[in-house]
């Protein structure tokens, strides 16, 4: 359960933010073949999306590792998780890609799961700090 008064807060988010950005770009990059074919979307953009998010996952984490988080770089984060969100539904809305149901199911999930994430985020930057958190 999510401790939404900890002094933590924040951080633990962040660095939940970053293992899913380094389990995801992982997957997509490593997998990127046989993904696209499960999903039916394209398998260079799938792995060029897993690439962008291991150096994303490695800002994520520098941002939660300092003594004082800050404030900027989070929102940062914020902003690319919100991108993110936005590019992955403007993506099925496009008609560029054609995926199945399943495609469909994937990058909606995902879209949801970064929309959660920079929520919590924001959430937590607000009750952190001034400063830091």
């Known amino acids: 359960m999510l401790n939404f008064h900890s002094p933590r807060f924040l951080r633990n988010v962040l660095l ?3 293992a899913t950005c380094v389990a995801s770009g992982l997957l997509m990059s490593l997998g990127a073949a ?6 039916e979307l394209p398998e260079v953009p799938l792995r060029e999306a897993g690439l962008i998010l291991l150096p994303f996952a490695a800002f994520v984490a520098f ?6 988080i800050p404030r900027g770089l ?4 914020i902003a690319a998780n919100a991108m993110w969100t936005l590019d ?3 993506l099925l809305l496009s ?3 054609s995926p199945n149901g ?3 199911a994937f990058v909606l999930m995902q879209a949801i799961a970064v929309a ?3 929520e919590l985020e924001f959430f937590g930057l607000k009750r952190a700090s001034p400063v830091a958190a």
């Open 74 to 77: 989070v929102w940062c984060v």
């Open 102 to 104: 399943l495609g469909t």
């Open 88 to 90: 992955s539904i403007a």
């Open 34 to 39: 046989p993904l696209a074919a499960l999903l």
């Open 116 to 118: 959660a994430l920079a």
């Open 95 to 97: 008609g560029w890609v």
């Open 16 to 18: 939940v933010d970053a």
């Open 63 to 68: 941002t939660a590792t300092r003594e004082r």
